[in-house]
């Protein structure tokens, strides 16, 4: 039992980090975007519609991989708990 909790807890975090290393690159793209939106009065009206597209899908995956990282650290207390109760 204390091992499937702790192979559990492994995948868990294993997990978390690649959603943080998803979030970050979001975030980049979405820093990079806020920077380009300064030029945008030059750009052409089908342009700036298509980045404000792009921009409103990169919060949107943005948003979820913040609630799949609250998932994961109420799974991730979760598991630690049992591992405690375990011990």
Do not use: P, R
Not at 17 to 42: H, I, N
Not at 46 to 62: G, H, M
Not at 63 to 68: P, V
């Amino acid at each position: 039992m204390k091992k499937i909790i702790m192979l559990l807890f492994v995948i868990v975090c294993t997990t978390g980090c690649v959603s943080q290393k998803k979030y970050e690159a979001l975030e980049e793209k979405l820093a990079k975007y806020k920077v380009d939106d300064s030029f945008q009065s030059a750009e052409t009206t089908d342009v700036a519609y298509n980045k404000t597209l792009d921009i409103t899908e990169l919060k949107k995956q943005l948003n979820n991989l913040e609630l799949e990282n609250k998932t994961l650290s109420l799974k991730i207390e979760d598991l630690q708990k049992k591992l405690n109760e375990c011990q």
